[in-house]
C-alpha cells in the first residue's frame, strides 16, 4: 500500500486509487457521487458515471475500508435511487445513523412535484460518539449558480458538517471530489483533505481552486494487484462517458 497523501487531489477512477491507500486512513468522508440519473443541466452539462451504477459498491466498500473505525461518512445520493445506495452503504458495512435535508428557495425541476431540496445520509462505521453540538437536520440551501460544476454544491453548507464531524486536523476524503467544494470546506474547517475526481476538466478546476501545483495531483503509482483488478472488475472503461465541459 501506498503512503496516504494529504491536501492532494488525484485524477482519476476513485476505485483503483482507493484500493491503493491503506485501511483505516481516514478520520471523515462527505462526498456527492454521481446520483445515477443520467443528469444534463440546461447547458447539455452531465455527469461522468452517472448513466451506470455498476461502480457504487466497489467504490463505499473502499470508502468503508479506508475509514477509521468510530468515524463518519455523509453522502449525498439520487431519491429515485434510494434502493441502489442504502444496498452498497449496508453491503460495505455501514450504519445509517442520521439523515439531512437541505431546503431551497427555488425549484431545481420539477415534476410530480417541485424539487425544493437535496438530502444525504450519514453514515458510521462500528460504534460512534454523537457530536458535542448536533446540527438540524433541516438547513437552508446557499445556490452556487453551479458555475464550476453541473451539480455544484455550497461550501458554507459543508464547512459546519466537517466540523461537526472530523476532529481538526483530520482527514477529509471526497472520492468523488468535482470541483472541490468539499476539499475547500475540509481546509476552512482547519482539515487535511484528499481528493479523487474522474473528469479531467473538473480535477483541473478543483487543483485550481486550491490553489495546488498541477504536479501535485499526479496519482500515486498503483500496486500491481491492485491494477490487475482494477482491469478485471471494469467491463467498459470509466473514461468512455466524458462531461461536455471536458470535451470543450
Request: proline share 9%; glycine share 6%; hydrophobic share 40%.
Amino acid at each position: 500500500m501506498n503512503a496516504l497523501p494529504s491536501n492532494r487531489i488525484l485524477h482519476g477512477d476513485c476505485v483503483p486509487l482507493m484500493t491503493a491507500l491503506p485501511s483505516g486512513s481516514v478520520d471523515f468522508i462527505l462526498t456527492d457521487p454521481p446520483y445515477l440519473v443520467r443528469y444534463r443541466d440546461r447547458s447539455g452539462r452531465t455527469v461522468a458515471n452517472d448513466d451506470r451504477d455498476d461502480w457504487l459498491k466497489p467504490a463505499f466498500a473502499e470508502m468503508f475500508r479506508l475509514l477509521k473505525p468510530g468515524s463518519f461518512a455523509l453522502s449525498f445520493y439520487g431519491w429515485n435511487k434510494a434502493d441502489l445506495f442504502f444496498d452498497a452503504w449496508k453491503s460495505a458495512g455501514f450504519k445509517i445513523v442520521g439523515h439531512i435535508v437541505f431546503r431551497k428557495r427555488y425549484a431545481s425541476s420539477a415534476r410530480f412535484f417541485e424539487y425544493r431540496h437535496e438530502s444525504a445520509y450519514l453514515l458510521a462505521k462500528g460504534e460512534v460518539t454523537p457530536p458535542a453540538a448536533p446540527l438540524p437536520d433541516v438547513m437552508d440551501w446557499q445556490y452556487t449558480g453551479n458555475r464550476l460544476h453541473p451539480t455544484e454544491k455550497p461550501v458554507p453548507c459543508l464547512t459546519p458538517i466537517v466540523r461537526a464531524f472530523c476532529k481538526p486536523g483530520g482527514l477529509v476524503l471526497d472520492p468523488f471530489c468535482g470541483s472541490g467544494s468539499t476539499l475547500v470546506a475540509a481546509r476552512d474547517a482547519g482539515c487535511a483533505y484528499l481528493g479523487i475526481e474522474l473528469d479531467a476538466g473538473h480535477h483541473r478546476t478543483a487543483t485550481e481552486r486550491l490553489g495546488l501545483a498541477a504536479a501535485q495531483a499526479v496519482p500515486p503509482a498503483l500496486p500491481r494487484h491492485a491494477a490487475k483488478a482494477s482491469a478485471a472488475s471494469w467491463p467498459l472503461p470509466f473514461t468512455r462517458y466524458v462531461s461536455l465541459e471536458a470535451q470543450a
